[in-house]
Structure formats: structure tokens, C-alpha cells
């Protein structure tokens, strides 16, 4: 065979090492190595979009400070009310969720962490809310704030009658470390209320097991989940903000950082 025919005919000859392919080993390998990376990837892309979720989160409730320090101002430096009570209709018109939105055109009720489906449509756009199935009044906010702060649903009112709620700066000590805003829970009747009660938690040995039937003690951890150490976030009546832990908030009903007249925690606010 000539020089050229041999050259001919190695062209039209199959390169043995292109046709191969892949052994099952070998796609075994390569499967693996992509299982591992997405066990990898998808928790860090968890974790990344929760962190923006919260920023998100504490950027709305920082609003809401600003717009209740914006109302003090305006109203002899008393706080802000609720009108929504748990399991009823209550007076919408009376609740900061309604009033403070005449202070900032920023505010949003609605927290980027709510999963609740007690709001008239739900999370997403898909299906009814519950009034629509009979189930009640709607969810109007994802915010509560602290009861002791009101005229007329702190404890200290229905104890010792009008003139004795901790209504404005001048009766409280360390407002930095007095909650004022928190995350009400999704579910149940405190689902469409704007307050707490929070004169309740101290009942019994365990009040993060109380609190979470009102707040959403984990709002930040994007789980449910209900021990001391649930973290979630909060708005200080000084209108700060941040990501705190259940038990550095409320220890006892003498220790915790919601109630003026009481201690503050170690390490609460």
C-alpha cells in the first residue's frame, strides 16, 4: 500500500479512545461529586437567602421606629396604641399598624419572614385567606407591639386603672433595652392581634413555651422553633433594632425586657 493510501485510510479509521465514553465507575464519580457540591450549595444558599430575608426584616421594623419616634413627637411623647385583640375584630384605626403609616410612606406590614395564612391572600398569591372559608377577622400586620407600652392594654391599666400604663418615654427606664416591636406569631388566635400579652409568659417554668403561643419566638431563624435560645427580631423603644434571643429578653416576669417596672436581664436588649 502506497504512502498516501496509508495516510487515507488511518483518516477513516475510528480513534478507539473517542468512541469509549464513560465507564459506569466513572459516572458514578461524576454523580457523586455533584451530590456532594449540592449538599454543599444548598444549605450555604439557604443560609444566604435567610440572611437577606432578616436584613430585610430589621430594615422594616427599624422603619417603624422611625415613624413611632416621628409620632412622639407629634403627640407629647406618648407612644403609639394597638386595637387589635387576639380572636377579634377590634378598632383597626386605633392600632399603630393603621396610625403610624400617616409618619413615613416606607412602612410595610407584611414581613419578608410571615408564612401566615391569615392574611387575605396567601403567602404568594395562591388560594384564599381564612375570612374568606368563614374563618375570621384577617391578619393586618406581622408586627405586634409590646402591651406594657399601651394605654389600654398594658397590665399595669387593668390593674391599677387609667394613668398607670408606661405610655411614654418619661416612664421608662433604658428605652434601648425595652422591647417595643416584635414578630407576632402566624397561627392561632394572636395570629391577627397587634399585641401580646405578655403579663402571661410568666405562668409557669417554661415562658418561651407561653411567648411562642403569642410571638414567633424563631421569626429569624426561618423554623419553628421553641426553646430560650430561639432567636427573632426586635425593635427597641429607642427605635434600634436586632437579633436576639428569647432568653436574653425574658427571664421571669421580675426579669425580663419588656416589663418597665421590672429588672432587665444580664444581657436582655
Same mark, same amino acid.
Given at each position: ?29 461524576? &454523580? ?24 430585610? *426584616? ?9 415613624? $413611632? &419616634? ?6 407629647? *411623647? ?11 375584630? #377590634? ?26 395564612? $391569615? ?63 416584635? $414578630? ?42 421553641? *426553646? ?20 436574653? &429578653? ?8 419588656? *416589663? ?8 436582655? #436588649?
Amino acid at each position: 500500500m502506497s504512502l498516501m493510501h496509508r495516510a487515507a485510510a488511518s483518516q477513516r479509521r475510528p480513534d478507539s479512545f473517542s468512541q469509549r465514553g464513560f465507564t459506569l465507575v466513572e459516572l458514578l464519580v461524576v &454523580l457523586g461529586v455533584i451530590t456532594v457540591l449540592m449538599g454543599i450549595a444548598i444549605p450555604a444558599l439557604r443560609t444566604a437567602r435567610l440572611a437577606s430575608l432578616n436584613t430585610h *426584616d430589621l430594615s422594616q421594623i427599624r422603619q417603624l421606629g422611625i415613624a $413611632h &419616634l416621628a409620632y412622639q413627637a407629634t403627640n407629647t *411623647d406618648h407612644f403609639v396604641d394597638v386595637g387589635l385583640p387576639h380572636g377579634g375584630y #377590634g378598632d383597626e384605626a386605633a392600632s399603630f399598624a393603621e396610625v403610624l403609616g400617616r409618619y413615613t410612606d416606607d412602612i410595610v406590614m407584611k414581613s419578608p419572614l410571615d408564612t401566615s395564612p $391569615h392574611w387575605p391572600w396567601e403567602v404568594g398569591g395562591e388560594g384564599r385567606g381564612v375570612e374568606d372559608d368563614g374563618g375570621g377577622p384577617l391578619r393586618r400586620t406581622s408586627y405586634g407591639m409590646n402591651n406594657y407600652l399601651s394605654r389600654n392594654y398594658s397590665p399595669m391599666v387593668a390593674l391599677y386603672g387609667p394613668g398607670h400604663a408606661a405610655d411614654r418615654v418619661a416612664k421608662v427606664r433604658r428605652p434601648e433595652r425595652i422591647v417595643c416591636f416584635l $414578630h407576632m406569631t402566624p397561627a392561632g388566635d394572636f395570629a391577627v392581634s397587634d399585641h401580646p400579652h405578655v403579663e402571661s409568659w410568666g405562668a409557669g417554668d417554661e415562658p418561651w413555651q407561653l411567648a411562642s403561643r403569642q410571638i414567633a419566638i424563631s421569626a429569624a431563624e426561618g423554623a419553628d422553633v421553641i *426553646d430560650p435560645l430561639a432567636t427573632s427580631n426586635y425593635g427597641m423603644l429607642d427605635g434600634s433594632t436586632a437579633t436576639i434571643r428569647f432568653e436574653d &429578653l425574658y427571664e421571669t416576669s421580675q426579669r425580663n425586657a419588656f *416589663d418597665p417596672s421590672a429588672s432587665l436581664p444580664p444581657s436582655g #436588649g
